[in-house]
């Protein structure tokens, strides 16, 4: 079965510190695995894509990576400030001749000052 | 700057009231997707379309319809709100015609419709 799954479910942080977030596939046959973040009351944003031959992504403070062997995910948030409080959500692609996105159900972060 | 919009933030429905959805986005995408999302639960697809006119199911259609006339306009329709349809729903636009909404190119979202049926 096609699942993706994501941990912890939330995450309370101190601002300024880093923090990792994970993302575990069974999804057959890989297309590329995408990290969206989501502002609480506003639809998900594009982080990174990452295709099966690239293994890490970077978007300023966040840097994904990505194990295609052990089908596994993570997204590093350095120094985190308070407007990275939001859901982060682990969006994995089949690579069929129908159309197959499955999402995770998401990490939800809070950063403290 | 790709932008999607979605006609209501919030909207209270009755049982049994025919519901409208509206989404439109403004840059020329081939692709439009409806979602909803509830706690707990990734994203689930309800229908998608990739061109005018076209529409396609997703995992979870029943109860629900869509309409694509114009390309930028994407809709959907609840027939006969129920209260398990109480949920945030989510209009995507992409551009990669080739992939036909494949899943390979990178969704862009509205703000989301909070839909509560009471």
Known sequence: ?113 | DVKVTQSSRYLVKRTGEKVFLECVQDMDHENMFWYRQDPGLGLRLIYFSYDVKMKEKGDIPEGYSVSREKKERFSLILESASTNQTSMYLCASSLNPFLRGRGGETQYFGPGTRLLVL
Request: hydrophobic share 30%; proline share 3%.
């Open chain 1, 1 to 113: 079965k096609n699942q993706v799954e994501q941990s912890p479910q939330s995450l309370i942080i101190l601002e300024g510190k880093n923090c990792t977030l994970q993302c575990n596939y069974t999804v057959s046959p890989f297309s590329n695995l995408r990290w969206y973040k989501q502002d609480t009351g506003r639809g998900p944003v594009s982080l990174t894509i990452m295709t099966f031959s690239e293994n890490t992504k970077s978007n300023g403070r966040y840097t994904a990576t990505l194990d295609a062997d052990t089908k596994q995910s993570s997204l590093h948030i350095t120094a985190s400030q308070l407007s990275d409080s939001a859901s982060y959500i682990c969006v994995v692609s089949l690579h069929t001749g129908g159309f197959k996105t499955i999402f995770g159900a998401g990490t939800r972060l809070f950063v403290k000052a």
